[in-house]
């Protein structure tokens, strides 16, 4: 190996290329889980969405009143459930929010004080809107970081107030964090006021007491299954829907979502892999080739070795060693390549890419099998050749 240092070189760049792809690909398969887990962690896997329903004939009952979609009366009897930690009606919109001279447009969320706790909200500074304030319709509002630095920059928001369609609210704190939510906005970018102050400035519906949708929470360590139940039936028996007619609302349950991402997540990381498997197939091939002609080349030195007392097994093993060897040196290269441009994804700041032992030892393993699986053909080959052959070959 060290006497024909480019052809081991150019044998072991297939292993090398191969398992950089593995190494890597397996990383960031492992990454994009973790990202995931995160990003559902933060939503709350154990979320219920309760809205109205769908269909012509739900459209038609509540066209004609007859189940008035979903109130702030019935968030408040699915609170008492007891199989729920709590539920919060929503009511939201987009309005235009300014101060002097800035202005957009926003999607502004009417809460409860209990929606803070079921989401898990904090706040950064000042304090959230009390009970006494969500039942008097006081018009104060919670902003996120992004609009308090587009609003207020450099300059203390809290007492400071916000035009909401040209009604005054004054901001009474600021959210703690940024981060997608279930509903697809950015927490920094919330702009939340209470329920029926929204309802009496802001959101216009059909009937008065509707809300958009109500955000149920199961209990920790309670069957979710359990919750959807109760909830079903307690909205089924307060819009008095008889047994043969469908539901005039809908649950989603986020744990099922959370469910159908990890499995997506995890064939994701699945084919990542494969695809590096199969380069590192083609490399193992590429190793096959040149081993063949290795031993064609040195077939004279095979016959003396034989001539002087080898045996075949020595000259098997001699080959399948080679090939071991450059798969695990080419997979060490190959890790360390992975290593740094895993470490360069993670330095742009948009993806943190992190190489695991599990990763290493499959790679290393991997390698390893490439090498005896790919090696013993041309090492099988080299001894079964016959020494007198060997050595009338020019």
Do not use: H
């Given at each position: 190996m060290m006497a024909n240092r480019l052809r081991t070189l150019l044998t072991m760049l297939g292993i090398i290329i191969g398992i950089t792809s593995v190494v890597l690909l397996l990383a960031v398969g492992d990454s994009m889980k973790r990202f995931i887990a995160k990003e559902l962690e933060?939503?709350?896997?154990?979320?219920?969405?309760?809205?109205?329903?769908?269909?012509?004939?739900?459209?038609?009952?509540?066209r004609t009143g007859a189940a008035p979609a979903l109130t702030m009366a019935d968030a408040a009897a699915l609170n008492e459930l007891p199989s729920l930690a709590g539920a919060a009606p929503v009511l939201q919109g987009g309005f235009n929010l300014a101060v002097g001279n800035e202005n957009a447009s926003k999607t502004v969320h009417g809460v409860s004080t209990a929606m803070f706790k079921i989401r898990g909200w904090?706040?950064?500074?000042?304090?959230?809107?009390?009970?006494?304030?969500?039942?008097?319709?006081?018009r104060m509002v919670v902003i996120g970081h992004k609009i308090a630095d587009q609003f207020f920059?450099?300059?203390?928001?809290?007492?400071?107030?916000?035009?909401?369609?040209?009604?005054?609210?004054?901001?009474?704190?600021?959210?703690y964090g940024e981060g997608k939510q279930v509903d697809g906005g950015d927490l920094a970018d919330y702009v939340l006021v209470p329920i029926t102050a929204a309802a009496a400035n802001l959101v216009r519906l059909p009937f008065p007491g509707n809300v958009h949708y109500v955000v149920a929470q199961g209990k920790s360590g309670g069957n979710l299954q359990d919750a959807i139940q109760d909830i079903n039936e307690t909205l089924r028996d307060r819009h008095h829907i008889k047994y043969e007619q469908p539901d005039d609302f809908r649950i989603d349950n986020l744990a099922s979502f959370a469910e159908t991402a990890q499995k997506i997540s995890a064939g994701l990381a699945a084919l990542l892999g494969l695809i590096g498997a199969i380069s590192l197939i083609v490399g193992g091939i590429g190793i096959m080739n040149i081993m063949l002609v290795s031993v064609t080349e040195r077939t004279r030195e095979i016959g003396i070795r034989m001539a002087i007392g080898a045996k075949p097994r020595d000259v098997l093993w001699q080959f399948l060693t080679e090939a071991v060897v450059?798969?695990?040196?080419?997979?060490?290269?190959?890790i360390v390549l992975a290593s740094g441009a895993a470490a360069a994804i993670t330095a742009t700041g948009k993806f943190d890419v992190f190489i695991t032992l599990q990763a290493v030892v499959v790679a290393c393993g991997f390698s390893s099998l490439v090498g005896v699986f790919f090696g013993f053909y041309p090492a099988r080959r080299a001894s079964r050749l016959l020494p007198v052959d060997c050595l009338r070959y020019e």
């Open positions: 933060q939503l709350g896997t154990n979320m219920l969405f309760v809205s109205p329903g769908g269909d012509r004939a739900q459209q038609q009952r509540m904090k706040i950064d500074q000042g304090n959230v809107f009390s009970d006494a304030d969500v039942r008097a319709a006081a920059y450099k300059t203390d928001p809290l007492g400071k107030y916000i035009r909401i369609e040209n009604v005054s609210f004054q901001v009474v704190g600021v959210l450059i798969c695990l040196v080419g997979g060490l290269f190959g």
